[in-house]
């Protein structure tokens, strides 16, 4: 089975930036679409970005600018920098395995393994 295990959430202030890990096992992530979707209470879960098998990336219009996704297929590990973070980031965040991203990659349906989240909080 996969699994995947985030870190490196925390509390930042207006500005900061943090970088999130999601260790996998089970799998070559390079083989895979892998993305990161945070979620707050009460609202449905967000894609944020996603990496394609051939390294292309995709990126929701609010994080544009502001977030990179990027792999390192030798160690398995996918991460997310999170630059000029605003309050509104605040967020748990999520990894996630699946088939193939495409243009709708932001779809929840398209994943198969998600991880356990890591709470960023942005004051």
């Known amino acids: 089975d996969v699994q995947l295990v985030e870190s490196g959430g925390g509390s930042v202030q207006v500005g900061g930036s943090l970088r999130l890990s999601c260790v996998a096992s089970g799998d070559t992530i390079s083989r895979y679409c892998m993305g990161w979707f945070r979620q707050i209470p009460d609202k449905e879960r967000e894609g944020v970005a996603g990496?394609?098998?051939?390294?292309?990336?995709s990126y929701a219009d609010s994080v544009k600018g502001r977030l990179t996704i990027s792999q390192d297929s030798a160690k398995n590990i996918l991460y997310l920098q999170l630059h000029s973070l605003k309050p509104e980031d605040t967020a748990v965040y999520y990894c996630?395995?699946?088939?193939?991203?495409?243009?709708?990659?932001?779809?929840?349906?398209?994943?198969?393994?998600w991880g356990q989240g890591t709470q960023v909080t942005v004051s």
């Open positions: 996630a395995q699946g088939p193939a991203c495409g243009s709708r990659w932001y779809r929840l349906g398209n994943w198969d393994y």
């Open positions: 990496i394609e098998s051939d390294g292309s990336t």
